[in-house]
C-alpha cells in the first residue's frame, strides 16, 4: 500500500463510460503485470483486466469488448476503459501490481453503476 494513486470511479448509469487511473510509485514499473481486480459486496475479489510490461493483455469474460486495459510506462499509469457499463459491474475496483511473486496493492475506488 503506499504505492498508488487511483482515481476515476464515481456512480453511473447502465450504459455509460468511466475512466480509471492508477499513478504508482514503484520503481522498475515497466517490469510489472499491472491488474484491475474488483470486489463486489459478498463476492470475492476477482481479476478484471491485465497487461504485462509489453502490452499482453488478459480479461474477464464479463468485461470483453466493453473494457480496455492500457499502460504508460514512462508515467508510471495504469488506465482501465469501461464502456457499456451494467449494474453487475458495481464494485470497488483496485490497482494491482505483480512481479516475482510480490503483489502491490491500491486502496480501491467505487465504482457504483444505478439510475
Known amino acids: 500500500q503506499g504505492q498508488f494513486v487511483e482515481s476515476g470511479g464515481g456512480l453511473v448509469q447502465p450504459g455509460g463510460s468511466l475512466r480509471l487511473s492508477c499513478a504508482s510509485s514503484?520503481?522498475?514499473?515497466?517490469?510489472?503485470?499491472m491488474g484491475w481486480y474488483r470486489q463486489a459486496p459478498g463476492k470475492q475479489r476477482e481479476l478484471v483486466a491485465a497487461?504485462?510490461?509489453?502490452?499482453?493483455?488478459n480479461y474477464a469474460d464479463s468485461v470483453k469488448g466493453r473494457f480496455t486495459i492500457s499502460r504508460d510506462n514512462a508515467k508510471k499509469s495504469v488506465y482501465l476503459q469501461m464502456n457499456t457499463l451494467k449494474p453487475e459491474d458495481t464494485a470497488v475496483y483496485y490497482c494491482?501490481?505483480?512481479?516475482?511473486?510480490?503483489?502491490?496493492w491500491g486502496q480501491g475506488t467505487q465504482v457504483t453503476v444505478s439510475n
Open positions: 494491482n501490481a505483480h512481479v516475482a511473486g510480490m503483489d502491490y
Open positions: 514503484l520503481s522498475i514499473f515497466m517490469f510489472y503485470t
Open positions: 497487461i504485462s510490461g509489453v502490452g499482453d493483455t
